[in-house]
């Protein structure tokens, strides 16, 4: 069984090991090399252009300054870099992109959390609510902000048809700098929690049951199980959903560019905002790319950290 | 008893609020315009068609949909065809620095979309692709996720199924086409769906790879005729924003377990 240790699967023939064997085996090999090669490389070439080239290119251009009409970009160094990290509007933008990811983070893991118990409990439609709790996350993200946006109309919106009742009047969500972040992250919420509750839920499923109904029997309270065997238990889920949220709201960009385009003034504008904001409406190459490398070296220490996370997981269980 | 109750209501309200929003985008669409501005709001709408021929008119919505619909249907195609071949290899081949190649692979998932905008818009100009079909679709048919996923599933079909297949004369292609890609229908069916649920409501690179309305697809079709129609329509917004819903709620409604199973799979594997 050595032959077969290897993590392919090999050809039959060739573990049979014929007399004649070392001519036909080597002009085998030689073809299985070949066909692997063409299978693989139309995909190794895509990403190589579309993925890993886009890297170096930065780079590269993130040492230019360059509109995307001269003819070369003009060579200025790091001054691109120091620029954009003692510039307030970028310490701004930074923060807003914390403020938006941090509220976005914290409410998918509370309330999808929340929700996946509710629909772990035995109630009859809980199957329903869930798969129409999750229909958002697989929608354009585009067309829900454009629903979200004649939802917070303060005019004919159903926001106010919700809160008129109660003699409230509806703020002018999109264009009052106050509220506009609060909305981006309400409807991107709405979109998302869905998705935390179904990976929770699958979670919760998975739990050994002996753990939690021991102590049940011990007199644990319904809060203490929850707190000292449920949620340690749930961590590895809770870190999963932690990254992936994190890595998907860093770069959220539908949302905003349908609802707010970056405003009022500089109220939404997040870091990947931006990014399409230099390259794409101000033609600053060179500082679209240093805002690009930030935003890689950023999400690289977090995929890092997840990386190690995992594998020591994996290690220690 | 009253604990239950108060867990029924509770769940009726996480319905309401999933629910609430799609419900207002759908009975905005039927409603005439004197429907839409008035105060209080009707509940009921009219159930007119009016809005629809109303989007159909300020916006070209019929190229819209058909350029969504071939940069889906190609993307996809390509994107599978690509990963299925690429897993393939990785999982029945051998070739020198085998390890090294499927890292390359995988770590293109470390590499965030967002970052890649600039760079890639001047690799599609530099090929001449702006505006293209090609320039919407290339850069996306790399595939590493879905590569992953399907490696991982072809590791745990039986070795005596494709041995019988070799044995029998068949060669890798015949083994994958015949043998190995029906073995993983559930999971060619996921990796199909969640791909084309992808293409279809992907934004930002068609929003700036495209410079004309007869190339823009309807995501990003939408975001034109909201600003076209400043705020003043909504029916005809409404309206264009189901068209760009349908289809995918549509697809949902169909394979709703395929869509869960491979993304749950995804969470809990990784």
Redesign the interface.
């Known amino acids: 069984m050595t032959a077969?240790d290897?993590p392919?699967?090999?050809?039959?023939?060739e573990r049979r090991q014929t007399e004649d064997g070392g001519n036909q085996l080597r002009r085998r090999?030689r073809r299985?090399?070949g066909?692997?090669?063409l299978?693989?490389a139309?995909?190794?070439l895509?990403?190589a252009?579309?993925?890993?080239?886009?890297?170096i290119?930065?780079a590269f251009?993130s040492l230019t300054d360059w509109n995307?009409i001269a003819a070369r970009p003009t060579f200025v160094g790091l001054a691109n870099y120091g620029r954009t990290l003692t510039d307030p509007a970028f310490h701004k933008t930074l923060w807003t992109t914390v403020v938006f990811t941090g509220f976005i983070v914290a409410g998918s893991l509370v309330i999808g959390l929340a929700?996946a118990f509710?629909f772990n409990?035995p109630?009859k439609?809980?199957g329903?609510?869930r798969?129409?709790?999750?229909?958002?996350h697989?929608?354009?993200?585009?067309?829900?902000a454009?629903?979200?946006?004649?939802?917070f109309?303060p005019?004919?919106g159903?926001m106010r048809?919700l809160i008129?009742p109660f003699g409230a009047e509806p703020p002018d969500w999109m264009n009052n700098s106050d509220w506009a972040l609060p909305g981006l992250i309400i409807v991107y919420l709405?979109k998302n929690i869905?998705?935390a509750a179904?990976?929770y839920l699958?979670?919760l499923q998975?739990l050994p049951k002996d753990l939690d109904e021991a102590a049940a029997i011990d007199g644990a309270s319904t809060w203490t199980r929850f707190r000292a065997i449920k949620l340690p238990l749930l961590a590895p889920?809770t870190f999963?959903?932690l990254i992936?949220t994190v890595?998907g709201t860093?770069?959220a960009?539908?949302v905003i560019?349908?609802m707010t385009g970056g405003g009022p003034g500089d109220a939404t504008t997040t870091l990947?905002w931006s990014?399409?904001n230099e390259?794409?409406q101000a033609f600053n190459?060179g500082r679209?790319?240093t805002l690009?490398?930030i935003?890689?070296v950023i999400?690289?220490v977090v995929?890092t950290v997840q990386a190690r996370v995992?594998e020591r997981r994996v290690h220690y269980r | 008893m009253k604990v239950?109750a108060i867990?029924?209501v509770?769940?009726i309200g996480?319905?309401a609020?999933?629910?609430?929003?799609?419900y207002?985008?759908l009975s905005?669409a039927f409603k005439d315009p004197a429907q839409?501005?008035q105060?209080?709001?009707a509940w009921w709408p009219d159930l007119t068609w009016e809005n629809f021929s109303l989007a159909w008119k300020a916006a070209p919505f019929d190229r819209f949909f058909l350029n969504s619909t071939v940069i889906t249907v190609a993307g996809t195609l390509l994107k599978v065809i690509?990963?299925v071949?690429?897993a393939?290899?990785?999982?029945?081949?051998?070739?020198?620095f085998?390890k090294v190649?499927f890292f390359?692979?995988l770590?293109?998932m470390?590499?965030?979309?967002?970052?890649?905008?600039?760079?890639?818009?001047?690799?599609v100009a530099t090929l001449g692709w702006i505006n293209t079909y090609a320039g919407l679709i290339?850069?996306?048919?790399?595939?590493?996720f879905a590569?992953f996923l399907m490696r991982q599933h072809f590791l745990t079909l039986p070795?005596e199924v494709?041995?019988a297949a070799?044995?029998d004369g068949a060669g890798?292609l015949r083994t994958l086409w015949r043998v190995v890609l029906p073995m993983s229908r559930p999971m060619l069916i996921t990796v199909v769906v969640i791909t084309a649920?992808e293409e279809?409501?992907n934004?930002?690179w068609p929003?700036?790879v495209t410079n004309t309305a007869s190339m823009r697809t309807?995501?990003?079709g939408?975001?034109i005729l909201?600003d076209e129609e400043g705020?003043a329509n909504?029916g005809t917004?409404?309206a264009?924003?189901l068209l760009?819903?349908a289809p995918?709620?549509l697809i949902?409604l169909i394979a709703?377990r395929y869509?869960?199973g491979g993304?749950?799979q995804g969470?809990?594997k990784?």
Do not use: C
């Open positions: 077969l290897l392919v699967r090999t050809h039959p023939d090999r299985e090399y066909l692997f090669a299978l693989v139309p995909n190794l895509v990403i252009v579309f993925a890993y080239w886009p890297i290119y930065n251009l995307m929700l509710l409990l109630l439609g809980r329903a609510v798969t129409i709790a999750f229909a958002p697989i929608l354009s993200g585009a067309a829900v454009t629903i979200w946006l004649f939802i109309d005019g004919y159903l048809a008129d709405w869905g998705f179904l990976i699958a979670g998975g889920i999963f959903l992936t890595i860093f770069q960009f539908d560019a349908v990947s990014i399409y390259g794409f190459a679209a790319a690009s490398i935003m890689f999400l690289l995929t995992m | 239950r867990q029924y509770v769940l996480v319905a609020v999933f629910l609430g929003p799609l207002w985008l905005t839409i501005y105060w209080p709001p690509n990963a071949l690429t393939y290899a990785f999982a029945y081949l051998r070739f020198p085998k190649l390359l692979v770590g293109a470390m590499v965030p979309g967002h970052v890649t905008l600039l760079p890639n818009y001047l690799t290339i850069p996306g048919i790399g595939s590493a590569t070795t494709t041995d070799a044995v890798h649920v279809w409501n934004f930002v929003l700036i309807l995501p990003v939408l975001l909201k705020l909504w917004i409404m264009g924003t760009v819903l995918m709620l949902f709703q869509i869960v993304i749950t969470a809990l990784g």
